[in-house]
């Protein structure tokens, strides 16, 4: 079965490919050569991550998926969330984004985090969601070199490494994004033998 994951990023790519059962075949929008700009206007992860996935699926007609992450820090009222790509600003770097929420921790004791991530499949016309979460705490420094945005300073619940100190497939198993991929996973095991 082929599927059009909505995103240019290939760590995101890189992370649900390692998790495909063999008759799956993934696509990115760079792969089906869409380069047009879907602006996530929405104030929800949900609602971003819907208005992806119509935007993917009116235009190609291809069935497809759009996630959308946000970190939500419980001492900064759930902030980032929607806005965790650009807290620090538009141009969307995850060094100012992990500085601007290191900033504001300073002299926070409850450091207690979330990752949560919403999944907008949309097949043969048809809307479906699936959500992922994990729990954690957000560190005072970065460690590790792996992932990408705030994986460095999150750790997760149970965990004594930052998702930056694992591999893709350790990642994997605790992962916010792999909970709700793997939700749609056994959904589209259901429904296509």
């Known amino acids: 079965m082929q599927l059009v994951f909505a995103t240019h990023n290939s760590n995101k790519v890189k992370e649900i490919a390692s998790l495909l059962p063999d008759n799956f075949h993934l696509l990115s929008l760079t792969d089906i050569q869409f380069d047009e700009e879907i602006a996530e206007t929405a104030d929800t992860l949900e609602g971003n991550s819907k208005l992806k996935a119509h935007t993917i ?43 601007k929420v290191l900033t504001e921790l300073e002299n926070e004791v409850n450091r207690k985090a979330r990752f949560r991530t919403i999944i907008t499949l949309i097949l043969d016309g048809t809307e479906f969601q699936f959500e992922g979460v994990v729990n954690g705490k957000l560190i005072s420094a970065k460690k590790g070199e792996s992932g990408f945005g705030y994986d460095p300073i999150f750790v997760p619940e149970n965990e004594s490494r930052t998702f ?6 350790e990642k994997n198993n605790f992962s916010h994004r792999a909970r709700a991929f793997n939700s749609m996973i056994r959904f589209l095991a259901s429904i296509k033998p």
């Not at 992450?69 to 759930?78: D, F, K, M, P, Y």
């Not at 930056?164 to 497939?169: A, C, K, S």
């Open 57 to 99: 699926y009116q235009k190609t007609g291809f069935s497809c998926f759009a996630d959308d992450t946000g970190l939500e820090v419980e001492s900064l009222n759930n902030r980032p969330g929607v806005f965790s790509a650009r807290y620090a600003g538009e141009h969307k770097s995850d060094e100012d984004n992990i500085s």
């Open 164 to 169: 930056g100190e694992m591999n893709i497939n």
